[in-house]
Structures are given as C-alpha cells and as structure tokens.
C-alpha cells in the first residue's frame, strides 16, 4: 500500500474513561491536523473509531493512539481503498466532514433499559480468523481449553442487520446458521430473549462487521446463565476474516460497511443479494433505496427503479399487512399491486403514500386480555379503561370472555357483594337482566351444565378456591388456539387473575404451541401458578411483566408471594416485576404505568 493512497481506519476499545474532556481535545486536535474525516464515539465506557484519509496520516493517527496505555491491545484495522466522492453515499456515512460526539452508548445494543447491565467483561471468547474457519472447517471436532467440542451442535449466530446480511454471510454445510433478520441492531436482544431455546445448550459462533457488536451480544447471551456458557466470536469481524482468506473462505458475498465503500467482497465474486422487486441477482447499495415505510436499506436493481420509486421491504411486508405487497414481476411484466398511479406522494417528496402507514404511526402492539375467575370481556374491559386509554398511542387491548360459563350464585348472606344477587327477602333478578360470567378453568365437580335460574352458593367464598380450579385447560387451550386463528395475530398477552395463570400455561408449553399461539410477551397481574402438569418444570422462557401487590393481605385474592413465585418461574434476565401498594388491581398511576410503557416499548 502506497502511503499516498487513500485509506479507512476502524477500531474500538472498551475500557473505563475517567478524562472524557481530555480525550475528546485529543481527536479533535490529532484529527484535524492530520485531515482525518468520519465519526468518533466516545463514551464513559470506551471508543469506537471509522476515520478515513490518507494511509500516511491513517498510521500517524496510530501511532498517536498507542502511545496512550488506555488503548493497550487495540485492534486497529486499516484498508486501502478509493478517495470519497462528495456523494450521498458519502454524506450518508459521514465522511465528509469530522463528528466527535461524546454518547451514553458505543452501540446501542437495546432500545429499553436492561433489567441488569451487561459487562463486556462477560463476552464470548474471542477466537481469530484462522481458528474460526478451523471450527467451521471441522465443525465437530474437539478443541482443547474451552472450545467447541463434538459433544453438543455447533451453531452460527449473524448479530448483524438484514440489509448486511442480505449480501453475505457465513456458510458452512455442516453447521446451522441463525439470522435474525433484524432491522436494527437494537432488535438483537428481543430476538435472543425469544429464540433463546435455538441457543441453549450450544456452542454459538457468533460474528459481524469488525467485532464490537458481537462484544456486547454475545455478553447478553452469557448473562442468561446455565446453558448459554459457551459463546465465541471473531475477533475483528469479517474483514480480518477477508484479510486472513482472500479467497472469501466460508463466507459468501460481500461484507457490508458502514463507509464510504459500502462493501467488501473476496475473490469470490458470486452475488448473494437479490432485488426486491424482480428477484434477480444484484447487490449494489449505492443507490441508496429504501424502504417507504421504515427507511431501512434495501436492494433494487437499476431496471425497476425506472419502473417504481416506491418500496416496501421484507420486514414492513411481513409484519404491517395491511398496505398490501410490493410490486412484482412475473413474465418480465411489472405487476401493479402497488401501482404508481395510486400513490399520491412519491418519495422524492419525503412524503409516503395513502396507501402506506405513516412513518410517524407505527403498527400498534396487539394485546389479547384474559378476564379473572367469574368475570367477563365487558366487566374487565371496563375495569382497564383507563389502562386502555394511558396505552392508546402503543397498543390496542382485545378483550374476549373465557370458554366455561359460570351460573348465577349468591351467598345466603347480606353481605354477598356480587352486584346481581338477590338482597335478603326478595325475589331475583331475572337471569337475562345480568351479564354471564366466565372461567378459564374450573373445579374438578364442575359439571359444565349452566342452569338458567339463581341457586344459593353451597359454601361460604374461599379466598383459596383458586387452588382447587385445576379442569379445563384444554377446553380453553383449544379456544384460545381458535381465538388467534380467527382475531389474531397477537403480540402478547395480558391476564388477570386466573387469566394470567392461563397466560402463564400457554408460555409453559414453550415450542409446542408454534405457529398456533406465538407470543412475543406476557403481562401477568396478580397471576398464580396452577398445580398442573403442562406447567412442566424447567423455567419458562418468554419476557414477562409481572405486576403484583407488595404488601401482604392488600389483595384479598391473591397474595403477593403467590405471585412472586409464578414471576420465578420464569428466566432471569427475560421478566420485569413491577410491585405495588394497592390490591387486587392493575395500578395506572406514576411510576408503575411508566414501568408498563417501557416495557411494552421494547416490542413496538
């Protein structure tokens, strides 16, 4: 490399700051003076570099760097490569100018606070580019020190987005590979926390660009515990992997960077990527299409962007179904399923189609609500009105009644509180003028034939009835199966009471409900934990809220280390638990519906 050419520096070193002013004089001054444009991000917890210029100046910059003991074992990887044009292309990947900014993050590894910080110290065990592809090369074969052995299966985690790996990716014949097909970098842990069965208990190779992001998932995979120990990255990426195999080795295509050069290919000059409009082979972002609705990258050959200017990807397709499908080709004719002449707006106006969800409109979260023992949709949906009315802007709440009626009781007491019951001496009131009532499971003498008339209860309430109403679960089960066949699909589920001690058996049946009940949450409140078999007896992965009364005896219903013990059911690390000083009740006021919205706001 002639040091007159051009050239791109990527590194990053996760180290603790004390001196953040110090540090940001010192880029801003060696930057500067040596002509180095692009980004800089400082944070409490370390740096994270892309500058290009001039390869002289590139290793000057090095140098520099070095001399500071904070960036001791830093991998810096510098490439040659063609002098930015003042282009889009450029602008878009800052470099034309110089940004130092100081962030609370490196990379924004989620989009909500984590219930426990994660500790880069925690990361997956690097392994170099020649010891990754050895891996793969003998995907079972045993490795001393803590490597993969034979003994369990070898999988390849992708931490990167879907418009990078829609380029390339790793291959190997023998060895699973996982991508997430996330949109964003901030999506991983969601992804992890419901997929977290495909993990566990493997040995996960995990990779991306040039490493740092890998630092901080693979860190979140470990922090889950038993059964996610071994975890291995490599160390630099894909471009110390090109670099050591030129040949493109294991990996297919090309690497997407987040530079002026947009891609990085091998020797290997086959082409993974595909438009999205005809499906032929072409992977060249630099035209900079993007998806109407979310803006995210994506890939349109140079024929159809004559023919359309308006493009919905993968993503927006399969989870915002009401706007229809992109457009096709079929018998090289385009189709018009999104024709032009229906947009209003193109584009070019930054301005999105009646046709299209407005960007500021996100698709809201849909919540399935199960009622508690002898209550109804009605009765519940009025009780969480002003839940409902708190959470309009991020979910819509879907009430249903449950599957077993319940028949007309009261208690021969002048204190039977049930709204509908005969006062003492006088007649009651016809069935008709009062609203059923529902269950979700039963007694095990339930004979399941609801009498048209009133009958007197044939004991005083029982606080603890609930542990005794353990039939019923596959009648509801199959229900509930019809109830996301017909209404859904569903984002999550919240329960109460014995709605949430359903919700909680449907998470128990893990994978065995796939493709009928797929939740991506629960909300539990004032939940327990029905004496059953399906509750099975591992801990139950899918994130989970839990909200309860702290105090012992302020719920009547159902006390607070009832439901302590169902939110222990399920894993740490996926469930939040939201205590407060009122009772049988969902709370809405501040902190507890903050604490609602911000874990909701995980899934939006």
Known sequence: MSKDEYGVLLYYKFASITDLNSLFSFYHSNCNSLGLLG????????????????LSALEKHIEAVKSNSLFQGT????????????????????????????VKELVTFSSYPLLNPLEVSNAGRHLSAAEFHSVLQSARQLMKNGSPTDDKQLVLLDARNLYETRIGKFHAPSVETLD????????????????????????????CTGGIRCEMASAYIRSKGAGFENVFQLYGGIQRYLEQFPDGGFFRGKNFVFDHRISVGSSDTSIMGACLICGSSYDNYSSRCRCTHCRILVLVCDSCQIKSDAYVCELCQKHRMDFGSIPSVEDGELATVLDKNDLKTVCSDSKISSQLPSRNAPRKLRILCLHGFRQNASSFKGRSASLAKKLKSIAELVFIDAPHELPFIYQSCTEAKNSCAPPSGQHAPPPENCKRKYAWSVASDFGGKVEADWKIAN????????????????????????????????????????????????????????????????ILCSGFALPLADFGQKPINCPSLHIFGSDPGKDRQITSHTSRYLASRFEDGCSVIIEHEFGHIIPTRSPYMDNIKDFLRRFL
Not at 39 to 54: A, D, H, K, Y
Not at 189 to 206: A, C, F, Q, T, Y
Request: net charge negative; hydrophobic share 40%.
């Open 459 to 522: 004991q005083p309430f029982d606080p603890l009835q609930y542990q005794g109403q353990t039939d019923g679960f596959d009648v509801s089960l199959a229900y509930l199966k019809k109830m996301f066949s017909e209404q859904g699909p569903f984002d999550g589920i919240l329960g109460f009471s014995q709605g949430a001690a359903m919700a909680a058996l449907l998470c128990a049946q893990g994978d065995k409900l796939k493709g009928e009940i797929d939740l991506r949450f629960v």
């Open 39 to 54: 980004r800089v991000r400082l944070s409490p917890n370390g740096v994270n570099v892309t500058v290009g210029g001039l």
């Open 75 to 102: 991998d810096f990887k510098l490439a040659s490569s063609h002098h930015p044009l003042n282009d889009k292309v450029a602008v878009e990947c800052g470099f034309t100018s110089l940004s130092i900014r100081v």
């Open 180 to 207: 997430p097909g996330i949109r964003q970098y901030s999506d991983l842990p969601s992804w992890i926390d419901d997929n977290s069965e495909l993990l566990r208990g493997k040995h996960v190779l995990m990779y």
